[in-house]
């Protein structure tokens, strides 16, 4: 199995979010890193989760592929997941795969928690 | 130095509307004009379906996988048809398909030099995404085929229990053939489907106008009327 390439950590955001940073290269490889992130920042009790991209170099299908997986987790713990941090590239890939219509796009993790 | 990330040229450019070619326009009746439709604009339970060959030392993941999007249809099993671009699989392309009895097609999402990826159109009997890679492991190379799908609509979720067993012997059938063309003769395939959400996407039941196999028995019993009305010789 490859190894992961991403680096994952949560941060907490009071009084109901978490985020989540996504750095480095989001393949399939990093499936159980992010899953055991998402695990993390659900033990917070966190309702929205926020995915941060600023840090993402690269992404593949397979990326594209865990997000979805990811979904289905959140919206079994009644979770709204948001992503911030997309550059324009990264953007268009969210709305060709219409990504966009289950996972909000933010400018910001202020706006992504505030957003109903 | 360039902003552009180093994936960039791997995915299709956004487009909000498929468009098939004027060559393959006639057979492209259930892709023209269509969104694509990941698993989350689809209805049934969300299954990840994985098939493996082990193919050995005979080939490169890099050059398996250039031979599988250079050949990508001639390696189906008899009886389906996938009329791809002459030059193989690109990011972009939008191909139709005849698979048994339904006219339908795919997007090629994403792809690489060890993968590349489809995303299927609304209609298709899956709302899925459909990646074909290859990777070196110990024993040698090893061919995957990773399905991410839900149905599109009630009446493919209703015929899933006979859907599955077709497609599970198609690929099965797709890696044999492409294994064979690498001087591998009865490769060692695995077939697994886990359940990623047993729950249906009710909201998503209208998806049933769009449904590809309706679409495709209407279009062929009203071909007839279809035709060009030859014009009286002039006298």
Not at chain 1, 101 to 114: K, P, R, S
Not at chain 2, 109 to 136: Q, W
Not at chain 2, 208 to 221: A, E, K, Q, Y
């Amino acid at each position: 199995m490859a190894l992961s390439a991403a680096r994952l950590s949560v941060d907490t955001y009071p009084p109901n979010a978490a985020v989540i940073q996504v750095a480095g290269d989001v393949t399939a490889a990093c499936e159980q890193d992010l899953m055991a992130a998402h695990e993390e920042a659900s033990d917070t009790g966190a309702k929205v989760i926020v995915l941060d991209f600023t840090g993402m170099d690269y992404m593949n299908s397979g990326g594209i592929g865990m997000l979805v997986t990811l979904l289905v987790r959140g919206q079994r713990r009644q979770q709204r997941i948001a992503a911030v941090g997309l550059t324009t590239h990264y953007r268009q890939i969210f709305e060709l795969t219409r990504l966009d219509e289950a996972i909000g796009l933010f400018d910001t993790t202020a706006a992504a928690v505030a957003t109903r | 130095m360039s902003d552009e990330p180093r994936d960039a040229v791997s995915w299709a450019k956004k487009v909000d509307r498929l468009h098939v070619t004027d060559e393959v326009k006639a057979i492209g009746y259930n892709i023209e004009g269509r969104r694509v439709a990941g698993p989350q604009q689809g209805f049934g339970r969300l299954w990840h379906r994985i098939s493996i060959a082990e193919f050995g030392p005979t080939v490169s993941p890099q050059a398996l996988v250039a031979d599988w999007r250079a050949h990508f249809g001639s390696y189906w099993p008899a009886g389906s048809r996938f009329h791809g671009g002459l030059t193989g699989i690109a990011p972009g392309d939008v191909a139709p398909l005849e698979a048994g009895p339904v006219t339908t097609g795919i997007l090629v999402l994403y792809a690489d030099d060890v993968s590349f990826t489809f995303i299927t159109p609304e209609g298709h009997m899956f709302a899925a995404m459909i990646t074909f890679s290859a990777e070196e492991t110990e024993a040698g190379t090893r061919a995957r085929i990773d399905i991410l799908l839900r149905t599109s609509d009630p009446i493919f979720e209703a015929g899933w229990f006979v859907i599955k067993p077709s497609e599970d012997r198609f690929w099965a059938g797709t890696l044999r053939n492409l294994a064979a063309a690498h001087g591998v003769h009865h490769p060692a395939i695995t077939q697994t489907t886990e359940c990623v959400d047993d729950r249906r996407i009710w909201k998503h039941w209208r998806n049933v106008v769009r449904n590809s196999g309706i679409r495709t028995v209407w279009h062929t019993v009203t071909r007839a009327l279809r035709r060009p009305r030859r014009s009286s010789p002039v006298a």
